[in-house]
């Protein structure tokens, strides 16, 4: 009987090297949405500092308007954080997606390639089933004879 032969093999490869791709991305960009977040969350976390630090009492003015540059610097710099954290949410989402379509299609010739094979060994089996029949008739005809 002839060997199985899946001839989309190599649309299969490719497939499952884009997907792996897909994965690496969507990795890649989860690891830096994470890192935008921590960022933001050490930004805020100076700023609600520099609001808690300075109940303790009058201030010297030189002081005090540096505390509000910093205040101001910090603000800045968390309102960046926040959009750098929205713009690695949507890459994130992207990957997300695209790996998700990579990974369907490939299961879509995954699956094609399994019933290929389901439907290669029935026929195989089936022909192997009317070979040993057919011996097994000529067999009997033989000893008839």
Known sequence: MRKFHF???PVLQFREQKEEQA??????AQREYLDRVEELNRT???LEESF???SVGPMRLENEFH???WREWLINDR????????RANEKLMRCRMEAFEARRQRMVLQRLKEKQLHAHTL???RAEQKETD???????WCRRN
């Open 7 to 9: 001839r989309l093999q």
């Open 23 to 28: 994965i690496l991305a969507h990795s890649r």
């Open 44 to 46: 805020t976390s100076l």
């Open 52 to 54: 808690a630090g300075c």
């Open 67 to 69: 505390l509000v540059l």
């Open 79 to 86: 309102n960046r954080c926040q959009e750098e954290v929205a």
């Open 123 to 125: 026929q195989a089996n």
């Open 134 to 140: 057919e011996q097994g008739l000529r067999r009997f």
